[in-house]
Antibody, heavy 125, light 110 residues
Framework: QLQLQESGPGLVKPSETLSLTCTVS??????????WGWIRQPPGKGLEWIGT???????YYNPSLKSRVTISVDTSKNQFSLKLSSVTAADTAVYYC?????????????????WGQGTLVTVSS | QSALTQSPSTSGTPGQRVTISCSGS????????VYWYQQLPGTAPKLLIY???QRPSGVPDRFSGSKSGTSASLAISGLRSEDEADYYC???????????FGGGTKLTVL
């Protein structure tokens, strides 16, 4: 059974870069059956898609965050990562990683399953 | 402001049928699949409906999804107290080349 787990600092200073890693277990990150994505949720607010990556390195980013976001994949460690630069208090959120299904050569990037448990990142000095 | 519009809240009594709506545009719901997620308090979202109206294994058939034009709906029949949660719709948006979520609907079981 595929499982995802986020890891990284829970506190980041304003103007610095937020860095998170998602470790995939129970399956290979190089599988053609998944894209890998990041979604965040500010406290008390709704879900916001950040971006998605395929094992080959192909990426899709939220246009509103694109200038600050980098998502990468490390197949040797079965991990993918998120970097968000120049953070402010508005970037305080629970950050989730999730897999998106591909089937029959078609990938459904809005289809998020499974999800990691999420990790709270607070931006504060 | 979310690209997909949902009512902030709705409520129902046990056993009742409730419907949660999600309104979009031709670039998202109108031309792509809709997904629904359930988020219980303090937990990660859970996939409830995929590709408009399909239920993953383990999701009760009390939950059903539909789509018409640029709108989609999630129906919950035989409402139970454990259905009290936040519900989100999502879809790919061709104009943004990205995934858009609705703002979420908080369901209260009275």
């Amino acid at each position: 059974q595929l499982q995802l787990q986020e890891s990284g600092p829970g506190l980041v200073k304003p103007s610095e870069t937020l860095s998170l890693t998602c470790t995939v277990s129970g399956g290979s990150i190089s599988s053609t059956s998944y894209y890998w994505g990041w979604i965040r949720q500010p406290p008390g607010k709704g879900l916001e898609w950040i971006g998605t990556i395929y094992y080959s390195g192909r990426t899709y980013y939220n246009p509103s965050l694109k200038s600050r976001v980098t998502i990468s994949v490390d197949t040797s460690k079965n991990q993918f990562s998120l970097k968000l630069s120049s953070v402010t208090a508005a970037d305080t959120a629970v950050y989730y990683c999730a897999g998106s299904h591909c089937s029959g050569g078609i990938c459904y990037i809005g289809w998020f399953e499974p999800w990691g448990q999420g990790t709270l990142v607070t931006v504060s000095s | 402001q979310s690209a997909l519009t949902q009512s902030p809240s709705t409520s129902g009594t046990p056993g009742q049928r409730v419907t949660i709506s999600c309104s979009g545009s031709s670039s998202n719901i109108g031309s792509n699949y809709v997904y629904w997620y359930q988020q219980l308090p303090g937990t990660a979202p859970k996939l409830l409906i995929y590709t408009n109206n399909q239920r993953p294994s383990g999701v009760p058939d009390r939950f059903s999804g539909s789509k018409s034009g640029t709108s989609a709906s999630l129906a919950i029949s035989g409402l139970r107290s454990e259905d009290e949660a936040d519900y989100y719709c999502a879809a790919w948006d061709d104009s943004l080349s990205g995934v858009v979520f609705g703002g979420g609907t908080k369901l209260t079981v009275l």
